[in-house]
């Protein structure tokens, strides 16, 4: 069953609408919260406790807002391989805490098209952040939950609920596959809008 225990999770979501169904659980097993932005204010509003990124990683955010989760702090906290001992090492040389769960969605690129936005303002709706975040913590199943959709909220509340702040394996790699299935159509999404603006209609992938 290869069963994780969740003590910290990272959380930065463009749909807030469903932030408090999964909140209460969260704070029911003390896992710690990291955020940024429109979502730090929202838990922080809710009345939970939240850290903000810039305060986790002591890198303030930069270009408006371009580079936030991008930092070494949050991805080796998501990547390193648990039972590696090098892995163990260099996070404890720099000390860098685990983060176990990751729940993100990605700015709605495609919803943006359909505004006829110019391509200056249409291009600062593709997401890099929350694409790296998610790609990460998928990639890295064995030990970390992504959560990439807010219709898996439930889910994610209900194996806590059942493994007492744990996630099994089985749970992990489904919400990977869901994640990667996501992250492969975002970026087609993105990839056919560049064709159609260069007018190209039979690319080479």
Not at 53 to 72: A, C, M, Q, W
Not at 127 to 132: C, K, M, S, V
Not at 154 to 164: A, C, N, P, R, S
Not at 180 to 200: K, M, Q, R
Request: proline share 2%; with cysteine; charged share 30%.
């Amino acid at each position: 069953m290869n069963l994780k225990k969740i003590k910290r999770a990272i959380i930065s979501v463009s749909n807030k609408s469903n932030l408090r169904s999964i909140l209460p659980i969260l704070k029911k097993f003390n896992i710690e919260i990291i955020s940024s932005g429109g979502t730090f204010k929202k838990i922080r509003s809710m009345k939970y406790k939240c850290i903000e990124i810039s305060n986790y990683t002591g890198f303030s955010e930069l270009l408006d807002g371009r580079v936030k989760t991008l930092h070494p702090k949050i991805h080796a906290g998501i990547l390193n391989i648990r039972k590696n001992k090098k892995h163990k090492n260099d996070l404890m040389k720099r000390n860098i805490p685990n983060i176990d769960l990751v729940i993100v969605d990605l700015y709605p690129f495609e919803k943006q098209i359909d505004k006829n936005l110019n391509s200056k303002k249409l291009i600062e709706y593709i997401d890099i952040g929350g694409q790296t975040l998610i790609r990460s913590s998928a990639k890295n199943f064995d030990d970390v939950a992504v959560i990439s959709n807010i219709s898996d909220y439930d889910l994610l509340v209900k194996e806590l609920k059942t493994y007492k702040g744990s996630t099994s394996l089985k749970f992990r790699k489904a919400m990977s596959a869901k994640a990667f299935g996501l992250t492969a159509y975002y970026d087609s999404v993105v990839a056919n809008w560049f064709n159609h603006e260069l007018e190209i209609k039979f690319p080479e992938k």
